[in-house]
């Protein structure tokens, strides 16, 4: 059986939290506001935090560019690209 070097396991143990943790990216609420007013071209009128379970969401209610009233919510894990 051939042994790992500890330099080289602390490498791949980094690498494979690195990973991890950026497929866990969490938005803030700013963040959260701003994606979802430049998605709507809107201006977010409120927002607040929920909680369900583990999970954290943000309901951000935005005024669209052609005068609707939309409420959104955004879970705050929604920090990487799709």
Do not use: F
């Not at 963040?31 to 007013?37: L, N, R």
């Amino acid at each position: 059986m051939m042994r790992m070097k500890p330099g080289l396991a602390i490498a791949c143990l980094s690498l494979v939290l690195l990973c991890t943790t950026a497929d866990a990216a969490v938005l803030t609420m700013q963040q959260a506001i701003a994606k979802v007013e430049r998605e709507t071209h809107g201006k977010a009128l409120s927002a607040e935090t929920k909680h369900n379970g583990k999970r954290t969401i943000y309901r951000i209610k935005v005024l669209t560019h052609d005068g609707q009233v939309r409420v959104i919510e955004v879970p705050a894990d929604d920090g990487r690209s799709r």
